[in-house]
């Protein structure tokens, strides 16, 4: 047996069918295409906490529930009690287990652009899914397009990313109430970016039963831990926490998550800083002959070049040492846009320097 005939033979289509999600190498490179936090701790509290890692039983399985730390996610993002939570390995794995625990004919929705693993795990468990595009004209939901695709195809889940990834933008509340009344199924809003957007949907959970919001520590400036949650409804987080896999937290995240989230004033500041300089680096954009940036409320920017040189223009960026990511292959309304995390000061000025002397270039 050949080996191709052999992975055709063992896998689902579904799976043979797919593109690996690929993570460009950043060795060497100013790294501005992960929309991670980028600033580190200070020496003094890295020793706190490495001081609260010495005793940490590594030779004993970690608490299955993690009942210390959801009790300080509660305290943190002020979660109502009469709402349960469920933690997972990032949130791409809660966004798995909502949609393994789906029947086969389930159908997903979410606005396109949007978050890539909404598509790519409903694609690969053979999930019907459909993406609504969004305006062109600034990103917006079309609600009226978003509600008669739920009236046609029934979603079991509808996904909505608040503020969106990649495009930044934070959609209409109003628009997003009126897709939570109109869902027969589920509607997770997805807020990973919360802490730079100052709105949220958490005081909504009170008013719908179909209603989870899902979160992620990763942007907040703990991508290294991969921690994420949902929280909602006790009755629908008690069904996915049927099909969570044991112990899928470890201790050290458990430990060093806890001990973060009780030192808020740093992320807060560290937040304030990026929501600032993200102002800056948007202005520096448009004063750019041939840019067009797009207002953001995470702590990343669109951007869009004149057509047909985004390609050319991040290649330029990488070769001065910058990363940052190309949102063109995409294609559809992502046509000729790159995407920039928004980093210290002197990654900022090294980011600009650098998308200057490539438009020049041009």
């Known amino acids: 047996m050949t080996q191709n005939s052999l992975t055709s033979s063992l896998f689902r289509k579904e799976v043979l069918a797919m593109s690996a999600y690929k993570v460009a190498d950043a060795g060497g ?12 701790w200070p020496e003094a509290l890295k020793t706190r906490w ?7 039983p590594l030779n004993r399985y970690p608490d299955p529930e993690a009942q210390q730390l959801v009790q300080t996610i509660r305290m943190h993002d002020q ?15 809660i966004i798995q287990l909502l949609l393994m625990a789906l029947p086969p004919t389930a159908g997903v929705l ?50 909505i990313a608040y503020p969106n990834n990649p495009t930044g933008n934070l959609f209409d509340p109003v628009a997003i109430h009126r897709i939570i009344k109109a869902a027969k199924g589920l509607v997770i809003i997805d807020e990973a970016y919360a802490p730079f957007a ?19 520590l990763s942007k907040l400036g703990l991508a290294g831990l991969r921690l994420g949650y949902i929280a909602g409804n006790p009755a629908l987080i008690e069904q996915l926490n049927k099909i969570r896999l044991p112990y899928n937290i470890n201790c050290l995240t458990q430990l060093s998550a806890d001990f973060a989230l009780t030192h808020k004033a740093l992320f807060d500041q560290q937040t304030q800083a990026i929501s600032a300089n993200r102002t800056l680096v948007f202005n520096q954009l ?77």
């Open 29 to 40: 490179l100013i790294k501005l295409d992960a929309m991670e936090n980028p600033y580190g």
């Open 110 to 159: 979410s606005p396109a652009p949007g978050f890539v693993m909404y598509r790519q795990i409903s694609h690969c468990l053979g999930l019907d899914y459909h993406g609504v595009p969004l305006l062109a004209d600034g990103f917006e939901l079309d609600l009226p397009a978003m509600l008669a695709a739920i009236e046609q195809h029934r979603p079991a889940v509808v996904f």
């Open 286 to 362: 448009n004063a750019m002959d041939g840019i067009t940036a797009y207002p953001s409320s995470a702590n990343f920017i669109l951007f869009r070049t004149r057509q047909g040189q985004a390609d050319k223009v991040y290649e330029s960026v990488k070769r001065q040492g910058v990363l940052i990511k190309n949102i063109n292959p995409q294609g559809g309304l992502l046509s000729d846009c790159l995407r920039v995390t928004i980093g210290t000061d002197s990654e900022n000025s090294a980011f600009i320097s650098a998308l200057r002397n490539s438009l020049a270039g041009l």
């Open 79 to 93: 979660i109502p009690g009469q709402h349960a939570i469920l933690l997972g390995n990032g949130s791409d794995e």
């Open 50 to 56: 490495l001081e609260t890692l010495r005793d940490c």
């Open 198 to 216: 100052d709105a949220s949907f958490i005081t909504a959970l009170e008013e719908y039963d179909n209603l989870l919001l899902m979160r992620t």
